[in-house]
């Protein structure tokens, strides 16, 4: 009998396994790939590595939470930590970020036709709720489950209130608006690229606090992991094993039965595994076809989740004559939405020995009505276009394209979704903070549960799950 079986190692899985299996916990982590870390894993294919989804973490200084951890465990994660981490290149505008806000802000005021006021009003906003928010992702212990350290920790968020309370349930764009930036094009084009990729929506509909510390994904200690971003979920792994964890790869659940007793039968590949509790790095549907049933709350998630986006893809390699930056954020046009290939975002290994690099490029793609092929094709298509006419630098020199399909097969994340659930504008984007069973003994985690989105996030989220559980064993 375990206590715990934990169904993928996508960065939840792992950071629920690891937290739990460090307390003490009898832990079973089972993995459907030969690989972990699903949206944060590195595949092979036709003979060249690529990361299957994340390409930057953030924040990942030495003294940040995650690599803290894993040097606790003995694990040392190798980091590229490029300074500028991005560029971005819009219609008149071509720029790179660099690597603190107070630096963006200068470069933002230079701009030809810049509201310097206006820009510096606005950062001033975006800065107290980042420096707010952000410290939330280097210590566990100020989410719930709350413990009294937590209380204390937590007083500066009370303290803030009359800075926060306004903004909940706002967009973004009224900010924008009441600091007078929303009609400077240069940065109104910068805040919706960096809304869809980070809450996975325009700045029209983002919620505000979210927005606003996304905001800083560049300026708190971005880095990729030396090998790629799969580099991270291994290392997990051996901090995982390491703390006394038994890990199964190739081996994908196919059903779960509750017990009279409460205890979980979890069917792996025929086999009956036995446990207390039951944690999916799962999405919602997913869960359910384990369950061969839904729940309200299941079938409220899913709905969520089917608000959200998918990716076109490009895996390629290239030979790059341009600036030393390694992620570019490339649009076609200001006056059309920021998905099906308006909004590319490219990111560049560093030159092998052929002196080819890889590059991956990503558009979002909206699920609601999934794309067929020609659809796919032509944004892809369209991708292809603007690498030419944005990145001349690039000379490409083979690869493939991708789909939600595709990406479904590298991730075993159904129907290809990315990015969990858009961070629309209202209230309820603050329901679910505290980790509760879907039903008792089964828990969700990932970027679908609070804080979900980032890799960072999801690791935390998966720490709170197993905080949780912990207390009831």
Same mark, same amino acid.
């Given at each position: 009998m375990w206590d715990t079986v934990v169904i993928g190692s996508g960065a939840g899985g792992l950071g629920c396994a690891l937290h739990l299996a460090e307390g003490g916990a009898k832990v079973l982590l089972v993995e459907a790939l030969t690989y972990p870390g699903g949206c944060a894993g590195t595949f092979s294919h036709k003979g060249i590595s690529h990361d299957a989804g994340a390409t930057l973490l953030s924040p990942m200084g030495p003294d940040n939470w995650l690599p803290r951890w894993l040097r606790a465990h003995g694990v040392?994660?190798?980091?590229?930590?490029?300074?500028?981490?991005?560029?971005?290149?819009?219609?008149? @505008?071509? @720029?790179?970020?660099?690597?603190?806000?107070? +630096?963006w802000v200068e470069r933002l005021c230079g701009l030809p036709g810049?509201?310097? &006021?206006?820009?510096?009003? %606005?950062? +001033?906003?975006?800065?107290?709720?980042? &420096?707010?928010?952000?410290?939330?992702?280097?210590?566990? &212990?100020?989410?719930?489950?709350?413990?009294?350290?937590?209380?204390?920790?937590?007083?500066?968020?009370v303290f803030a209130a009359p800075t926060l309370l306004p903004l909940l349930g706002r967009p973004l764009l009224s900010v924008m608006e009441r600091t007078g930036v929303a009609g400077f094009p240069p940065l109104r084009m910068w805040l919706d690229a960096m809304c869809q990729i980070s809450v996975q929506t325009s700045a029209a509909e983002a919620e505000a606090p979210f927005a606003l510390a996304s905001l800083d994904y560049y300026f708190r200690s971005p880095g990729h992991p030396v090998g790629g971003v799969g580099a991270l979920p291994l290392a997990m792994v051996r901090a995982f094993e390491g703390a006394g964890g038994a890990l199964?790869?190739?081996?994908?659940?196919?059903?779960?039965?509750?017990?009279?007793?409460?205890?979980?039968?979890?069917?792996?590949?025929?086999?009956?595994?036995?446990?207390?509790?039951?944690?999916a790095n799962l999405l919602p549907n997913a869960l359910a076809d384990l369950l061969g049933r839904s729940t309200p709350r299941l079938e409220k998630l899913s709905g969520d989740v089917h608000t959200g986006w998918g990716a076109a893809m490009w895996y390629l390699q290239g030979r790059w004559e341009g600036p030393d930056v390694p992620h570019w954020q490339l649009i076609e046009r200001a006056d059309a939405p920021l998905h099906s290939g308006n909004h590319v975002f490219v990111s560049m290994g560093p030159p092998e020995a052929n002196g080819l690099r890889t590059v991956t490029a990503s558009s979002h793609v909206p699920m609601q009505t999934p794309p067929d092929g020609p659809s796919i094709e032509a944004i892809q298509g369209r991708m292809k276009a603007l690498l030419r006419d944005r990145l001349p630098e690039l000379a490409l020199a083979g690869g493939y394209s991708a789909s939600p399909r595709t990406f479904a097969r590298f991730t075993r994340r159904p129907g290809g979704f990315v990015g969990g659930v858009p961070r629309w504008h209202g209230l309820h984007n603050y329901r679910?903070?505290?980790?509760?069973?879907?039903?008792?003994?089964?828990?969700?985690?990932?970027?679908?549960? %609070?804080?979900?989105?980032?890799?960072?996030?999801? +690791?935390?989220?998966?720490?709170?799950? +197993?905080?949780?559980?912990?207390?009831?064993?």
């Open positions: 040392e994660l190798p980091l590229h930590r490029p300074d500028p981490a991005v560029a971005f290149r819009a219609p008149g @505008v071509d @720029v790179q970020v660099p690597g603190s806000r107070q +630096a810049a509201p310097v &006021d206006a820009i510096r009003r %606005f950062f +001033a906003v975006q800065g107290k709720v980042a &420096d707010l928010l952000w410290p939330v992702l280097d210590d566990p &212990d100020l989410l719930p489950p709350l413990s009294g350290r937590a209380l204390g920790g937590n007083l500066p968020r199964r790869y190739a081996s994908r659940v196919r059903g779960l039965t509750r017990q009279d007793d409460g205890t979980w039968a979890v069917d792996v590949r025929g086999r009956t595994e036995h446990a207390r509790t039951v944690v679910g903070m505290w980790p509760r069973p879907i039903e008792r003994g089964l828990y969700l985690t990932g970027d679908t549960m %609070f804080p979900g989105q980032s890799v960072t996030a999801a +690791a935390l989220g998966g720490h709170r799950v +197993a905080e949780t559980i912990l207390r009831t064993l």
